[in-house]
């Protein structure tokens, strides 16, 4: 099935320590969106690509920072992870009108 | 900008009975997408229902129907024959559909109803 995957699932970093996670998707869809889910909180959209095209939301912090190599991969890099980065980090595919679909994501804790 | 509120953080229901989520959103566009999201415990977010603006019929999937009134900008989520499964976080959405540019296929999320389901 075409599906959206992240890696890894979960994510054990230090503080400060520099982390990176990655999507992939075999949907081919040319939308590629990340977020940032605290518990028992809605997403909070980090960054999108839209095809090559790096779209930064406002408050994204500058600690946050995203590469698209290619159409199938996108991966969230974290510069200095803060103890307030700790959370659900959620990666969304979308082409043209259809509803974003969604990866399991990666819970991402900080020592 | 656009903005969705769920006014019940949590909700529950008899197995079998019915349950209606509540949502309503804030936008001077006329036309755009709404969704609801599903999502159970550390698993996926998952789409279970979605509704385009011009439509004026409201969507059915089995079980899950919206009353979308659009005048009212109000879109309720009804999960009838409700299952244990049915238990998770849900989500409503607002997306806007214009092509190309930045905001294209942004979803702005309410805040989220927990709904539990009793056996």
């Known amino acids: 099935d075409a599906m959206v995957i992240q890696n890894p699932r979960y994510q054990v970093t230090q503080f400060g320590k520099p982390v990176t996670l990655s999507c992939s998707q075999t949907l081919n869809h040319n939308v590629m969106y990340w977020y940032q889910q605290k518990s028992s909180q809605a997403p909070k959209l980090l960054f999108h690509?839209?095809?090559?095209?790096?779209?930064n939301e406002a408050d994204t912090p500058d600690n946050f920072q995203s590469r698209r190599p290619n159409t199938s991969f996108c991966f969230l890099d974290i510069r200095s992870p803060g103890l307030g980065d700790a959370a659900m980090y959620l990666c969304a595919t979308s082409k043209g009108p259809q509803p974003q679909h969604f990866g399991d994501g990666t819970r991402l804790s900080i020592l | 900008a656009q903005t969705v509120t769920q006014s019940q953080p949590e909700m529950s229901v008899q197995e079998a009975e019915t349950v209606t989520l509540s949502c309503t959103y804030d936008t001077s566009e006329s036309d755009y997408y709404l969704f609801w999201y599903k999502q159970p415990p550390s698993r996926q977010m998952i789409l279970v229902i979605r509704?385009?603006?011009?439509?004026?019929q409201n969507a059915t999937e089995n079980r899950f129907s919206v009353n979308f009134q659009k005048a009212a900008k109000s879109f309720s989520l009804k999960i009838s024959d409700s299952q244990l499964g049915d238990a998770a976080m849900y989500f409503c959405a607002y997306r806007t559909p214009r092509a190309g540019g930045t905001s294209y296929g942004k979803l702005t999320f309410g805040q989220g109803t927990i709904l539990t389901v009793h056996p």
């Open positions: 690509y839209y095809d090559k095209d790096f779209n």
């Open positions: 509704q385009e603006a011009y439509k004026q």
